[in-house]
């Protein structure tokens, strides 16, 4: 088996959407070479309801093959993993216990992984563009609240996570992704931010309200440092981001 | 070649000390001050290791530890330079290393008694004849490490004893991470400075059971300071992580310190003046 790239988050936050658009042509500095986006997009589109089907819950994973192209600061490196998505209903306590066999297979594929991406929606505390309807998203409260127990899956279920990218997903909603992907964006030859810097910049605007979780995932996780991402389908720079920082150190 | 073992505590920088010997983060730079050695890779593993030098500690991130990973010692990396040291008068020498990195898992193991096969098979390399020595990493000096730090050793004396390397095998202590403000000024009489105030039941142990021409005392900076008049740490550490994960601050001004002498010692026996 390859080494394992493992998407999770609840439902509707996005990850098969943005892990789908990792393989569109139109990149900069990751490329997909094992998946054809268009087919890729044919498997998981819905036609009649002109949106993405949401990955179904009779599975705990679904894993694919992923060979990439990563351009590193010293040149173009490999890097194979198996992207394996979760269905967001995984997550859901109800379905834990409805199906503990899956659940804890599910718990072993994570734990195996070399890297895990949690995909999380945005908040009604953020600043959202005019015209969003804010019904759709959690109160901040109910964010950090939901976000304590991703703290307490990190902890008890996976402390030997060896990489933790924590990804706030839609940033086209709330942000300028121009303006963000320009402060952000990594460039092979000399970024303006370094990842520590990235993170701490993601972090004191975007994630403020969790930062004393984020220290606790840290102090009880033995690998490195989380770190988190803002993340839009609409923007590549920021799209392939977590992805070069999980290249550097997956690659071949 | 001389066959070196570097061992230390999960956390102490064994392996970013290596990967900065594989990049050599001076030597890529344009102008400044000559150094008086030069280092070259010799094997894949150590031209990879620079190259996560390169993408990995350059960009701010730190590189993951030496760990479970490997379940052979077989299995762990093998490093292998040849590094070139300049004297006064043009005089050079060439000294060829191998050095094998250890997960620190196997250090803190000895304070409690090898209990697992595969740390004893470690323990049985790592004193093997052909090894001349070994570079011991030290980072802590809190509230009992002292302690803990001397049991650990006094059970690696022992080790040395049953494997018949007690008279024979030079141990270069160092203190490690000397970027901090704390041990930065210490840097100049390690032993002094450094071992006999922060660790002194420490080198106490190791005096007693080592003989004076096989041990010496060393302080190791990785990341270095800012600059040379300001002494800043160049390292950022990270949130929550307990100062186990730092990160190098100015890319640009990445200049280790004390890397090379302990290894020109532990290689030759001659002491080498600071290679700062």
């Given at each position: 088996?390859?080494?394992?790239?493992?998407y999770?988050?609840?439902?509707?936050?996005?990850?098969?959407?943005?892990?789908?658009?990792?393989?569109?042509?139109?990149?900069?500095y990751?490329?997909?070479?094992?998946?054809?986006?268009e087919?890729?997009?044919?498997?998981?589109y819905?036609?009649?309801t002109?949106?993405?089907?949401?990955?179904?819950?009779?599975?705990?994973?679904?894993?694919r093959?992923?060979?990439?192209?990563v351009?590193?600061?010293?040149g173009?490196r490999?890097?194979i993993?198996?992207?394996?998505?979760?269905p967001?209903?995984?997550?859901?306590?109800t379905?834990?216990?409805?199906n503990?066999?899956?659940?804890?297979?599910?718990?072993?594929?994570?734990?195996q992984?070399?890297?895990?991406?949690l995909?999380?929606?945005?908040?009604?505390g953020?600043?959202?563009k005019?015209?969003?309807?804010l019904?759709?998203?959690?109160?901040?409260?109910?964010?950090c609240?939901?976000?304590?127990?991703?703290v307490?899956?990190?902890?008890?279920?996976?402390?030997?996570?060896?990489?933790?990218v924590?990804?706030?997903?839609?940033?086209?909603?709330?942000?300028?992704?121009?303006q963000e992907?320009?402060?952000?964006?990594?460039?092979?030859?000399?970024?303006q931010?370094n990842?520590?810097?990235?993170?701490?910049?993601?972090?004191?605007?975007?994630f403020?309200?969790?930062q004393?979780?984020l220290?606790?995932i840290?102090?009880?996780?033995?690998?490195?440092s989380v770190?988190?991402?803002?993340?839009?389908?609409y923007?590549?720079?920021?799209?392939e981001l977590?992805?070069?920082y999980?290249?550097?150190?997956?690659?071949? | 070649?001389?066959?070196?073992?570097?061992?230390?505590?999960?956390?102490?920088g064994?392996t970013?000390?290596?990967?900065?010997?594989a990049y050599?983060?001076?030597q890529?730079?344009?102008?400044?001050?000559?150094?008086?050695?030069t280092?070259q890779?010799?094997?894949?593993?150590?031209?990879?290791?620079?190259?996560?030098?390169?993408?990995?500690?350059v960009?701010g991130?730190?590189?993951?530890?030496?760990?479970?990973?490997?379940r052979?010692?077989?299995?762990?990396?093998?490093?292998?330079?040849?590094?070139d040291?300049?004297?006064?008068?043009?005089?050079?020498?060439?000294?060829?290393?191998?050095?094998?990195d250890?997960?620190?898992?196997?250090?803190?193991?000895?304070?409690?008694?090898?209990?697992?096969?595969l740390?004893?098979?470690?323990?049985?390399?790592?004193?093997?004849k052909?090894?001349?020595?070994?570079l011991?990493?030290?980072?802590?000096w809190?509230?009992?490490?002292?302690k803990?730090?001397?049991?650990?050793?006094?059970?690696?004396?022992?080790?040395?004893?049953?494997?018949?390397r007690a008279?024979?095998?030079?141990?270069?202590?160092?203190?490690?991470?000397?970027e901090?403000?704390e041990?930065?000024?210490?840097?100049?009489?390690?032993?002094?400075?450094?071992?006999?105030?922060?660790l002194?039941?420490?080198?106490?142990?190791?005096?007693?059971?080592?003989?004076?021409?096989?041990?010496?005392?060393?302080?190791?900076?990785?990341?270095?300071?800012?600059?040379r008049?300001?002494?800043?740490?160049?390292?950022?550490?990270?949130?929550?992580?307990?100062?186990?994960?730092?990160?190098?601050?100015?890319?640009?001004?990445?200049?280790?310190y004390?890397?090379?002498?302990?290894?020109?010692?532990?290689s030759t026996?001659?002491?080498?003046?600071?290679?700062?």
């Amino acid at each position: 088996m390859e080494l394992g790239v493992v998407y999770i988050g609840d439902r509707s936050t996005g990850k098969t959407h943005l892990a789908m658009e990792l393989a569109n042509p139109n990149n900069e500095y990751v490329k997909v070479t094992s998946l054809d986006y268009e087919n890729l997009k044919q498997q998981l589109y819905d036609h009649t309801t002109g949106e993405f089907r949401a990955t179904g819950a009779e599975q705990a994973t679904y894993d694919r093959y992923l060979d990439i192209l990563v351009r590193l600061p010293t040149g173009n490196r490999q890097v194979i993993v198996d992207w394996i998505d979760t269905p967001g209903e995984v997550w859901r306590k109800t379905w834990q216990s409805d199906n503990p066999n899956e659940w804890n297979r599910l718990l072993d594929t994570v734990r195996q992984s070399e890297g895990i991406l949690l995909i999380i929606p945005p908040h009604r505390g953020l600043n959202f563009k005019q015209g969003i309807s804010l019904d759709q998203f959690m109160t901040q409260q109910q964010w950090c609240n939901r976000f304590d127990r991703w703290v307490d899956f990190f902890r008890q279920d996976c402390p030997k996570a060896r990489h933790i990218v924590i990804c706030l997903n839609k940033a086209d909603l709330f942000c300028d992704l121009q303006q963000e992907a320009f402060q952000l964006a990594y460039k092979p030859n000399g970024s303006q931010l370094n990842w520590q810097q990235r993170h701490a910049y993601v972090l004191s605007r975007y994630f403020r309200p969790v930062q004393s979780q984020l220290k606790q995932i840290n102090k009880s996780v033995s690998g490195l440092s989380v770190r988190c991402f803002i993340t839009s389908i609409y923007n590549r720079s920021l799209l392939e981001l977590p992805w070069i920082y999980l290249g550097s150190f997956l690659a071949k | 070649m001389g066959n070196i073992r570097v061992i230390g505590p999960r956390s102490s920088g064994k392996t970013t000390y290596l990967a900065a010997l594989a990049y050599q983060p001076e030597q890529t730079k344009r102008g400044g001050r000559a150094k008086n050695y030069t280092i070259q890779a010799l094997n894949d593993e150590t031209r990879e290791l620079a190259a996560k030098a390169e993408n990995i500690i350059v960009e701010g991130d730190s590189l993951e530890p030496t760990g479970l990973q490997y379940r052979t010692i077989d299995e762990l990396p093998f490093y292998s330079f040849n590094i070139d040291v300049n004297f006064i008068l043009g005089k050079r020498e060439g000294i060829n290393l191998a050095i094998r990195d250890y997960p620190g898992e196997i250090f803190d193991e000895l304070e409690l008694g090898l209990a697992n096969s595969l740390y004893q098979e470690f323990i049985d390399e790592c004193l093997m004849k052909d090894v001349v020595g070994c570079l011991i990493l030290l980072t802590e000096w809190k509230k009992g490490t002292d302690k803990s730090y001397s049991r650990v050793l006094e059970r690696f004396t022992e080790l040395m004893d049953s494997h018949d390397r007690a008279n024979d095998l030079r141990l270069a202590v160092a203190m490690s991470k000397c970027e901090r403000g704390e041990l930065w000024p210490g840097r100049l009489d390690p032993e002094v400075d450094l071992f006999d105030v922060h660790l002194p039941k420490t080198k106490a142990t190791l005096r007693a059971k080592i003989p004076a021409k096989n041990l010496r005392f060393y302080a190791i900076s990785t990341f270095g300071v800012l600059r040379r008049n300001d002494p800043r740490p160049n390292r950022v550490d990270e949130m929550g992580t307990d100062g186990r994960n730092s990160v190098l601050r100015e890319a640009r001004r990445w200049k280790p310190y004390g890397m090379i002498a302990p290894l020109y010692w532990l290689s030759t026996g001659k002491r080498m003046k600071d290679d700062a």
